[in-house]
């Protein structure tokens, strides 16, 4: 029997993460859900989501020329800043969640190569409360982080 051939994956992948019952913390899946609601390519882009950053996300990151990380934060400038992510084994190697640095050195020690060039997102957010909503400034950040998307996409 002939095997199936595979797709190739989505050059670009946004990955975006965050915990929408929190406030704030859902500006990553909001980000998500907004760029699939626009226009774009879907054999150029591949927008996923999640609660957070595992090692299983490695295989995500196979056969990509760049990775978009997408996160809310409280350490960052407003309304966002993005940063070239370096891989690096920090605390959050060997938990169930991982920074992506953390990610990326995972993805060079079990596939043996250079994990693609990633850039994170980070989207200034203050309130990360169970059951709130997104407060109206992270929300404005969000819409400033989409704009500047737009040119990395």
């Known amino acids: ?3 199936a051939a595979m797709t190739p994956p989505a050059p670009l992948l946004v990955f975006a993460w965050g915990n929408r019952s929190r406030g704030d913390d859902a500006l990553g ?7 699939r609601a626009a226009p774009h390519d879907p054999a150029r882009v591949e927008l996923f989501d999640d609660h957070q950053l595992m090692i299983e996300h490695v295989l995500d990151l196979q ?3 760049r990775v978009l990380f997408v996160d809310a934060s409280r350490a960052c400038a407003a309304p966002f800043e993005a940063t070239a992510v370096v891989p690096g ?20 020690g ?4 250079d994990p693609p ?3 994170l997102l980070a989207i200034r ?17 969000l819409d400033a982080a989409l704009q500047w998307a737009q040119g990395w996409l």
Not at 92 to 106: I, K
Not at 110 to 113: E, F, I, K, S, Y
């Open 1 to 3: 029997m002939a095997e």
């Open 29 to 35: 899946p909001l980000f998500v859900e907004r760029l």
């Open 63 to 65: 056969g990509r020329e």
């Open 89 to 108: 084994a920090d605390a959050s190697v060997g938990s169930h969640r991982l920074s992506p640095p953390a990610l990326l050195h995972v993805y060079a």
């Open 110 to 113: 079990v596939l043996g190569r």
């Open 117 to 119: 060039p990633c850039t």
């Open 125 to 141: 957010g203050e309130a990360f409360e169970l059951g709130a909503e997104p407060t109206a400034a992270a929300l404005g950040h």
